[in-house]
């Protein structure tokens, strides 16, 4: 069945450096690419997607290309700051469903 | 302004103590998701509803059940919980089921503690 696999945290950064993190995935078909976030105390809520191969989502600093030859949906942000300290979740849809990887926890010190 | 409101936040339950759980939304939409998150895992889907039409993952046990009286309310009954159904709960919503097209907006979710 359809699965995602993300890179297991915590990913400890110092303030303004580069983040990258690395989410693959399985499915039949062309399903759409999602980043979702997690902050503290509150529910996961949208970051950005992609519907189709070479679509570039972004958001808030963030950008993930969906690379269909590499089945690949990497997170990076090129300066992060203490408030991106969360949880980073990568998941798909093919159609009503979302899936999920098990979510990277990222920490972010001044 | 929270347009997924989860409650409780924590539940507390005994072993074999059925136990329900709440959620209600704002935003008017069609369709609403349970979905279980143990421990360092992904969420799984539970189960979920388009208007009134419910639709069960084929893998979800039979001990969870779900009541949406209205659009606004969806509850999550644990019939006779057991230890290993200690997770986290959460609850979303979106307009419509294409999900390219549909944001989900998740609640802050339940926190479910069996003893």
């Known amino acids: 069945g359809d699965s995602v696999t993300q890179m297991e945290g915590p990913v400890t950064l110092s303030e303004e450096a580069f983040l990258t993190i690395n989410c693959t995935y399985t499915?039949?078909?062309?399903?759409?690419l999602f980043w979702y976030v997690q902050y503290p105390g509150e529910g996961l809520q949208l970051l950005l997607k992609?519907?189709?191969?070479?679509d570039k989502g972004s958001n808030k600093g963030f950008e993930a290309t969906y690379r269909k030859e590499t089945t690949s949906f990497h997170l990076e942000k090129g300066s992060v700051q203490v408030s991106d300290s969360a949880v980073y979740f990568c998941a798909l849809s093919s159609s009503y469903k979302l899936i999920f990887g098990s979510g990277t926890r990222l920490l972010v010190r001044p | 302004d929270a347009m997924v409101i989860q409650n409780p936040r924590y539940q507390v339950t005994q072993f074999g103590k059925p136990v329900t759980l709440s959620c209600s939304q704002t935003?008017?939409?069609?369709?609403m998701y349970w979905y279980q998150q143990k421990s360092s895992q992904a969420p799984k889907l539970l189960f979920h509803?388009?208007?009134?039409?419910?639709?069960n993952e084929a893998d979800t046990p039979d001990n969870f059940q779900s009541r949406r009286p209205n659009t606004s309310f969806c509850f999550l009954d644990i019939r006779s919980p057991g230890l290993g159904d200690a997770a986290m709960y959460l609850c979303?919503?979106?307009?419509?089921?294409?999900?390219?097209?549909?944001?989900?907006?998740f609640g802050a979710g339940t926190r479910l503690s069996v003893l």
């Open positions: 499915a039949t078909g062309y399903p759409s």
């Open positions: 992609a519907t189709k191969a070479d």
């Open positions: 509803y388009y208007d009134k039409d419910f639709n």
């Open positions: 979303a919503t979106s307009r419509g089921t294409e999900l390219a097209k549909n944001i989900q907006y």
């Open positions: 935003l008017n939409h069609n369709v």
